[in-house]
C-alpha cells in the first residue's frame, strides 16, 4: 500500500472529524488553521495535523498466522563460554530462537563468536536444538 492509500477512499462527513476541526479552530481563537496546524515538508509535501483511516486499510496479516512467534535471543560473545551461559539462559528463560552472530559479520558490531567449528560446537554444547530455531 502506497501512501496516497493513507489518504484517498477516506468516509466523507467524518462527524470526529469535524468535530475535531472545530476544537481545534476554537483552540487556536482567531489564528490561521492552514499556517499554525498544516506543514510542508523539504519536498514540499502537505502535511496535515490529523489524518482519517482510510476505507480500505486492511489489517497486516502474518505469512502463516498458525504458525508460532519465534522469541529469538543474539549470541555474540566472543568468549564461547559466555556465549554458551548466556544462550542457555536465554532458553531456559523462554527463548524459542538463537541469532548466532560471528566475529566479522556486518552486524557483529565489534563481538561476535569466533569464526571456527569448535567455538560453534562450544557454544551451543548443552542446549537441545530440536525445539528452538538457530
Known amino acids: 500500500m502506497g501512501a ?7 468516509e466523507p462527513e467524518n462527524i470526529e472529524r469535524q468535530r475535531w476541526l472545530a476544537l481545534a479552530e ?3 481563537a482567531g489564528a490561521s488553521f492552514e499556517e499554525r496546524l498544516v506543514s ?18 486492511e489489517p497486516i496479516v502474518r505469512a502463516n498466522p498458525k ?6 535471543q543474539r549470541v555474540d560473545d566472543p568468549d564461547t563460554n559466555r ?6 539462559e536465554d532458553v531456559a528463560q523462554g527463548a524459542t530462537g538463537l541469532s548466532l552472530v560471528f566475529e566479522g559479520a556486518p552486524n557483529a558490531f565489534g563481538y561476535g563468536l569466533p569464526r ?4 560453534l560446537e562450544a557454544g551451543l554444547d ?3 536444538l530440536n525445539p528452538i530455531q538457530v
Open 40 to 57: 510542508h515538508s523539504d519536498d514540499n509535501i502537505r502535511i496535515e495535523p490529523l489524518y482519517d483511516r482510510s476505507t480500505a486499510a
Open 26 to 28: 476554537k483552540a487556536l
Open 4 to 10: 496516497g492509500a493513507l489518504i484517498q477512499d477516506v
Open 126 to 128: 548443552g542446549i537441545s
Open 116 to 119: 571456527t567449528a569448535e567455538a
Open 83 to 88: 556465549a554458551k551461559s548466556q544462550a542457555l
Open 67 to 72: 504458525s508460532p512467534w519465534i522469541v529469538s
